[in-house]
């Protein structure tokens, strides 16, 4: 696997934990000492207001990287959190800005090659990167999907989503070949009850569907997300012990067992 490996959280359905998994996967991998870039790619900025960072007071945004070809990238990173082994945890934030320049990136030449071409700046600097996408369908998805490794779909478990998640694949496809390139792809499911009838249902016909791409884990419903999302940190440092986090640290050991070279032969997690 290549350094850093590239991943998007895409969905055009709303409400599946895609902002989840960005947060909850990236502080699961720093937990095990690696180095995580979360890149925020929608103008809503859910995943920079999730980890406490005002939108309205930044100086610079993923904006300002993806438009200005004087801009230093460094300069739109924040460091956000530096873990005892060796693992951090850092993000390039959003803001209404990002939907300003949409227009912009539509008609310019290459205008959904722009933050590909900027994330090679980081190349040794992390290793992995996530991006958060925009849900809808616009240049800002182009963007996520031309220039990550592997898009990883949440798919909540009930059969309302089985349509979303065809129509993406659809779009997938459809960008891949207006880019001339390919990237693979792997289900999430998420909000996963047991409980139910329709959780268990769903998620064995997303299983059997999708057999080769999707995680073996699943993230179960836990209550436990909303009090991480309202003292705006990531789950995994709030509580490494409940249920949610051990379920995105479980999704970050596949991500980490299925590396290629030495270098990705790191520490245990631990309690930081």
């Known amino acids: ?37 979360l890149v925020d790619l929608d103008p809503q900025a859910s995943l920079t207001n999730h980890l406490a960072i005002e939108p309205e007071k930044l100086e610079y945004s993923v904006a300002n990287l993806m438009v200005s070809d004087s801009f230093e990238p460094s300069d739109a990173v924040i460091n956000k959190y530096r873990l005892k082994n060796g693992g951090c945890v850092d993000i390039i934030p959003s803001n209404i800005n990002l939907a300003r320049i949409e227009a912009e990136l539509s008609v310019s030449k290459g205008g959904g090659l722009k933050l590909r071409d900027k994330l090679k700046f980081f190349k040794d600097n992390y290793d992995y990167i996530i991006i958060d996408s925009s849900p809808a369908l616009s240049v ?8 990550c490794d592997e898009i990883i779909i949440p798919v909540m478990s009930d059969f309302l989503s089985v349509r979303g998640v065809d129509l993406l694949l659809s779009t997938i496809g459809k960008i ?30 997303f ?66």
Not at 10 to 16: D, F, H, R, S
Not at 140 to 147: E, G, K, M, P, Q
Not at 221 to 247: E, N
């Open 1 to 37: 696997m290549k350094i850093p490996h590239i991943f998007a959280t895409a969905n055009q359905k709303g409400g599946v934990g895609k902002t989840t998994t960005a947060i909850t996967l990236g502080s699961s991998l720093s937990l095990f000492g690696y180095r995580v870039l």
């Open 140 to 147: 800002l998805l182009i963007s996520a999907v031309a220039a």
């Open 176 to 205: 891949e070949k207006a880019l001339d390139s390919r990237c693979t792809f792997r289900l999430l499911i998420t909000m996963f009850d047991r409980r139910t009838n329709s959780s268990l249902k769903s998620a064995e016909y």
């Open 207 to 272: 299983k059997n569907k999708y057999k080769n791409s999707h995680f073996s884990s699943i993230i179960n419903i836990d209550t436990k997300f909303r009090d991480a999302s309202l003292i705006r940190k990531p789950l995994t440092y709030v509580d490494v012990h409940s249920r949610g986090a051990i379920d995105y640290i479980n999704v970050a050991r596949e991500i980490i067992d299925a590396s290629d070279g030495e270098e990705f032969n790191r520490t245990e997690v631990r309690d930081e």
